[in-house]
């Protein structure tokens, strides 16, 4: 039986990512309709950030949930698979989950740098709290 208290907070941060995704996309065809640039001209990544600028903070927010958080999915799905039921876990899940939605939050709104970094600060260093108690849980037993 898996663990339903670890597999919301991961749909959660799911859910996040697929929500930034479609904000980006709304807002990179609405960006290349207004300035009538055509798609061609946005083909690598360099070029884009320089073409599309407004619709530039949604895309790398978008990059950045697909980076630290990996690290995220790969603790939760190794605590489901060891079948470890531990409410702190839970707790740093849920912790992580919400510091990245406000990271998000602020990247793909006002975008002021020592705000998303403080949230982005936090989020890393319950990340690294998750593994740390996860590693206890691991070497103990």
Known sequence: MYFKPLLVPLLAQ??????VMIIMYRRR??????????PQRTK??????????DSESA???YSNLLESPVLFYVAILLTLIL????????FLAWTYVASRCV??????TYNRVMHRFSAFAFSSFVL????SRLAWIIIES
């Open 83 to 90: 079948m470890v039921q531990d409410s702190i876990i839970v």
């Open 59 to 61: 895309a790398d927010n």
């Open 128 to 131: 690294l709290a998750i593994w």
């Open 14 to 19: 799911v859910i996040l990512t697929f929500t």
């Open 29 to 38: 065809v609405m960006e290349m309709k207004t300035k009538r640039i055509h």
């Open 44 to 53: 690598t990544r360099s070029v884009a950030h320089g073409v599309l600028s």
């Open 103 to 108: 990271h998000s939050l602020i990247h793909i």
